[in-house]
């Protein structure tokens, strides 16, 4: 990427953190998961989030399931873009991240009917979970856990409906032949998964350390 691209994106990025509006909800947090070490999604990525969770908010899709150690964040920008009667679904085995998650959606006027918290190994309990009914497949795990989740994640979605994995091209490493450690190879496992599924639309964006979005076709 040029300079001047650099500079062009950078002034974009700047804009939209300008002119968003600020959330106090969303602000404290992201201070609750800096303070226990977790990585949550910037507020661009955010933003992608609640468009992919708006997309199917008039369907009779159950809503989206988050399986991430940053549930508050990602639920808060999940909720947004849902309708009304769809819920998230949370998964993540510390119960602490949870109910931090919990607290973050009654201070920002959700009912608690509206999320579903599952403290348990992702691996676990996705299998449980009813198939075809979500439009919207969040996933953030380790990498060498990657190409297990994004296998059981497939079956959730309806029609229409789109897995999104963060970090899943590792800031650029995944493109550097020699990295050979079990994170990269994870990583790289994944990402020949997702371009070998079948009726699947496959876009790799430049946000964080990589995002891949897998939407279903009919």
């Given at each position: 990427?040029?300079?001047?691209?650099?500079?062009?994106?950078?002034?974009?990025?700047?804009?939209?953190?300008?002119?968003?509006?600020?959330?106090?909800?969303?602000?404290?947090?992201?201070?609750?998961?800096?303070?226990?070490?977790?990585?949550?999604p910037d507020e661009?990525?955010?933003?992608?989030?609640?468009?992919?969770?708006?997309?199917?908010?008039?369907?009779?899709?159950?809503?989206?399931?988050?399986?991430?150690?940053?549930?508050?964040?990602?639920?808060?920008?999940?909720?947004?873009?849902?309708?009304?009667?769809?819920?998230?679904?949370?998964?993540d085995p510390e119960?602490?991240?949870?109910?931090?998650?919990?607290?973050?959606?009654?201070?920002?006027?959700?009912?608690?009917?509206?999320?579903?918290?599952?403290?348990?190994?992702?691996?676990?309990?996705?299998?449980?979970?009813?198939?075809?009914?979500?439009?919207?497949?969040?996933?953030?795990?380790?990498?060498?856990?990657?190409?297990a989740a994004l296998?059981?994640?497939?079956?959730?979605?309806?029609?229409?409906?789109?897995?999104?994995?963060?970090?899943?091209?590792?800031?650029?490493?995944?493109?550097?032949?020699?990295?050979?450690?079990?994170?990269?190879?994870?990583?790289?496992?994944?990402?020949?998964?997702?371009?070998?599924?079948?009726?699947?639309?496959?876009?790799?964006?430049?946000?964080?350390?990589?995002?891949?979005?897998?939407?279903?076709?009919?």
């Open positions: 990427m040029t300079d001047t691209a650099n500079a062009a994106t950078a002034a974009q990025t700047e804009y939209i953190l300008a002119t968003t509006l600020p959330d106090e909800v969303m602000r404290e947090t992201r201070d609750d998961a800096t303070e226990f070490g977790l990585e949550a661009i990525t955010g933003q992608l989030i609640s468009t992919l969770a708006a997309v199917g908010s008039a369907s009779k899709s159950s809503g989206a399931v988050l399986i991430t150690p940053a549930a508050g964040v990602v639920g808060l920008y999940a909720l947004r873009g849902l309708g009304e009667r769809q819920t998230v679904t949370c998964i119960a602490e991240h949870q109910t931090h998650a919990k607290e973050a959606f009654r201070s920002a006027g959700f009912s608690p009917s509206r999320a579903r918290l599952l403290p348990s190994r992702p691996l676990d309990v996705l299998g449980r979970l009813a198939g075809g009914s979500y439009h919207l497949v969040y996933v953030d795990v380790s990498p060498l856990d990657l190409p296998e059981a994640a497939v079956p959730l979605l309806t029609v229409g409906g789109s897995i999104m994995v963060v970090n899943s091209l590792l800031d650029g490493t995944i493109a550097d032949s020699t990295r050979r450690d079990r994170d990269t190879a994870g990583a790289r496992e994944a990402d020949e998964l997702a371009l070998s599924l079948e009726n699947m639309v496959v876009s790799r964006l430049p946000l964080g350390g990589g995002v891949t979005l897998l939407t279903r076709g009919a």
